[in-house]
């Protein structure tokens, strides 16, 4: 990991990889891209390290909390202005891959 001039980890811009849709009727098929999340980053010196949006003290959990209690993407905007909807996008994005994640027991042995 990358340290800044203070000693300190520097953030992180998380990357993820979607998955290759199915193949098109006609025998077509999608490429697979790699999307980076550009916008999510980690800072062990802000809020923790958590998953936030582009270095603020908002996390990921707050915006997909938002989202799971029935607001808007106009609504949480205009309650947080300096939140874009590619914010909001984002979040959803890094919770979905991060829901695909499971853990594997490492064997004490």
């Given at each position: 990991?990358?340290?800044?001039?203070?000693?300190?980890?520097?953030?992180?811009?998380?990357?993820?990889?979607?998955?290759?849709?199915?193949?098109?009727?006609?025998?077509?098929?999608?490429?697979?891209?790699?999307?980076?999340?550009?916008?999510?980053?980690?800072?062990?010196?802000?809020?923790?390290?958590?998953?936030?949006?582009?270095?603020?003290?908002?996390?990921?959990?707050?915006?997909?909390?938002?989202?799971?209690?029935?607001h808007?993407?106009?609504?949480?905007?205009?309650?947080?202005?300096?939140?874009e909807?590619?914010?909001?996008?984002?979040?959803?994005?890094?919770?979905?891959?991060?829901?695909?994640?499971?853990?594997?027991?490492?064997?004490?042995?």
């Amino acid at each position: 990991m990358r340290h800044n001039t203070s000693g300190a980890p520097a953030s992180r811009r998380l990357s993820w990889r979607r998955p290759a849709p199915p193949p098109r009727a006609g025998g077509g098929a999608y490429t697979s891209s790699v999307n980076t999340l550009a916008r999510i980053t980690a800072d062990p010196e802000v809020m923790g390290g958590r998953p936030c949006i582009r270095g603020l003290r908002v996390t990921v959990g707050m915006v997909v909390g938002l989202v799971a209690a029935g607001h808007s993407r106009e609504e949480i905007l205009r309650l947080y202005p300096y939140l874009e909807a590619e914010d909001i996008s984002e979040a959803l994005a890094y919770a979905a891959w991060r829901s695909d994640e499971f853990e594997v027991p490492i064997s004490s042995s």
